[in-house]
T-cell receptor, first 114, second 111 residues
Framework: KAGVTQTPRYLIKTRGQQVTLSCSPI?????VSWYQQTPGQGLQFLFE???????NKGNFPGRFSGRQFSNSRSEMNVSTLELGDSALYLC?????????????FGPGTRLLVL | GQQLNQSPQSMFIQEGEDVSMNCTSS?????WLWYKQDPGEGPVLLIA???AGELTSNGRLTAQFGITRKDSFLNISASIPSDVGIYFC???????????WGLGTSLAVNP
C-alpha cells in the first residue's frame, strides 16, 4: 500500500505570495490532518478534514485554510505569506479518526518564505 | 499552542549504550504515542500506549504509560547508529483527533 504523499517537497516563496500544498492519503483513509513543524515550536496542529468537512482546527490565523476532495485528497493554502510561515508542513492520514487509530505521516513540504 | 514537556532536549551517546527519554504534562491523556523522525522525512510511529500503566516493547524500544496518565517514557536499549533521529512524544485525549506534541529529543549515536 502506498504511503502518504505530499507535493511539492520543497517550495520557495516571497512574502505576500500565497501557496497551495497537496496531500494524498493512504488508500482507504478518510481523515487527513495538517501540521506545521518548526524547530522552536515543534509540531503544531493546523486542522483535520474528514469526508470533505473540517472536523477540528488548531490556533492558526485565517490565512491558513484547507479543503478535502471526494477522493480524500487534501490541499492546504496559506495566503499573504509571512517570514514566520517558513516551516515543514506535514500531512497525516488515518482511517476515520476515531480513538486509537494511528496517524501515518507523509514526508512533508518544506516551505521557505523570503 | 499547548505542548508536552519532553526531556532531554538532546542526547549524544556511544553505540551500545541505553537511552531513556520522557514526556510529562499537567493534563491527563488517554493515549501516549512515540514517533521517530529522520531528516527530511515525516514522523514514523514507534509505539502506541492506550492504558495507564501499560508497558509495551517494539524490539529494542520499550515505552510506558504513566499511572497518573500525565507522563510516559521511552527506553532504547543497546543503541545503534541508525537510532539517530528526533524522537517525539504525543498525547491524545478523547478520540485523539488533536494530538499534543512534545518538542522532541534529538539523539546522536557515536559508532
Amino acid at each position: 500500500k502506498a504511503g502518504v504523499t505530499q507535493t511539492p517537497r520543497y517550495l520557495i516563496k516571497t512574502r505576500g505570495q500565497q501557496v497551495t500544498l497537496s496531500c494524498s492519503p493512504i488508500s482507504g483513509h478518510r481523515s487527513v490532518s495538517w501540521y506545521q513543524q518548526t524547530p522552536g515550536q515543534g509540531l503544531q496542529f493546523l486542522f483535520e478534514y474528514f469526508s470533505e468537512t473540517q472536523r477540528n482546527k488548531g490556533n492558526f490565523p485565517g490565512r491558513f485554510s484547507g479543503r478535502q476532495f471526494s477522493n480524500s485528497r487534501s490541499e492546504m493554502n496559506v495566503s499573504t505569506l509571512e517570514l514566520g510561515d517558513s516551516a515543514l508542513y506535514l500531512c497525516a492520514s488515518r482511517t476515520s479518526g476515531t480513538s486509537g487509530e494511528t496517524q501515518y505521516f507523509g514526508p512533508g513540504t518544506r516551505l521557505l518564505v523570503l | 499552542g499547548q505542548q508536552l514537556n519532553q526531556s532531554p532536549q538532546s542526547m549524544f551517546i556511544q553505540e551500545g549504550e541505553d537511552v531513556s527519554m520522557n514526556c510529562t504534562s499537567s493534563s491527563i491523556f488517554n493515549t501516549w504515542l512515540w514517533y521517530k523522525q529522520d531528516p527530511g522525512e515525516g514522523p514514523v510511529l514507534l509505539i502506541a500506549l492506550y492504558k495507564a500503566g501499560e508497558l509495551t516493547s517494539n524490539g529494542r524500544l520499550t515505552a510506558q504509560f504513566g499511572i497518573t496518565r500525565k507522563d510516559s517514557f521511552l527506553n532504547i536499549s543497546a543503541s545503534i547508529p541508525s537510532d539517530v533521529g528526533i524522537y517525539f512524544c504525543a498525547g491524545g485525549t478523547g478520540n485523539n483527533r488533536k494530538l499534543i506534541w512534545g518538542l522532541g529529543t534529538s539523539l546522536a549515536v557515536n559508532p
